[in-house]
């Protein structure tokens, strides 16, 4: 065996010569998808401000620009305590706010909670009217978003979190050193309605 001479074109038995894969058609691939991804990326970012305001709109947040300005103010900002106060005039709601109290800042936006539970078997359409002390604050009081809005509907015995989104103006003179905001809910004109169910039980 040592006279004979291996043929070169042959192989050992059970292996077999690794063709090599075909790199192009996977670079491209490679090369679109991050393409995709990087073009993507820029229309998010491009279309994010318009789909940021739509959404604002959408939820009822359409004073954004107000604010803006308020919070941009030249005039410092300062400490003011808030106080929150609810009521309802006969409807069968009971109303109150998730927060008594609140130390905010001039210019910041604010966000708090009322919460209304309809203790009748009837449904209640309701209507909350604000109310400032002292009055001539109601002024500096830059609502963005508010159930005082527009009318509610509350399906008998529901409870509900609404909110409230505002700016104290940084105009707020500088003798009011405490705001209170206070909702009063009243019932529409002929707004409760006798639910189905509650018929049948009666």
């Known amino acids: ?53 739509s959404f604002c709109e959408w939820t009822g947040l359409y004073d954004i620009d107000r604010a803006e300005q308020v919070a941009a103010s ?53 209507q909350a009217v604000p109310s400032y002390g002292p009055q001539h604050a109601g002024g500096y009081v830059k609502k963005l978003d508010c159930f005082c809005f527009k009318q509610q509907t509350f399906a008998p015995h529901e409870v509900r979190e609404m909110p409230v989104v505002f700016v104290l103006d940084k105009k707020l003179p500088d003798d009011v050193n405490t705001v209170t905001l206070s909702y009063t809910f009243f019932e529409v004109p002929a707004g409760s309605v006798t639910s189905p169910a509650a018929g049948k039980r009666s």
Request: no cysteine; glycine share 8%.
């Open 1 to 53: 065996m040592d006279g004979q001479r291996l043929n070169p074109d042959l192989s050992p038995i059970g292996v077999t010569a690794a063709e090599p894969l075909p790199r192009s058609g996977g670079n491209r691939r490679v090369v679109a998808v991050s393409l995709a991804v990087v073009v993507g990326s820029l229309l998010f970012v491009a279309a994010q401000p318009r789909l940021y305001r």
């Open 74 to 126: 030249s005039i410092p900002s300062r400490p003011v305590t808030l106080e929150f106060d609810a009521n309802s005039h006969d409807n069968g709601l009971r109303f109150r706010p998730e927060t008594a109290s609140l130390a905010v800042r001039t210019g910041e936006i604010v966000n708090v909670m009322y919460r209304v539970e309809n203790t009748r078997n009837t449904t209640v359409i309701g």
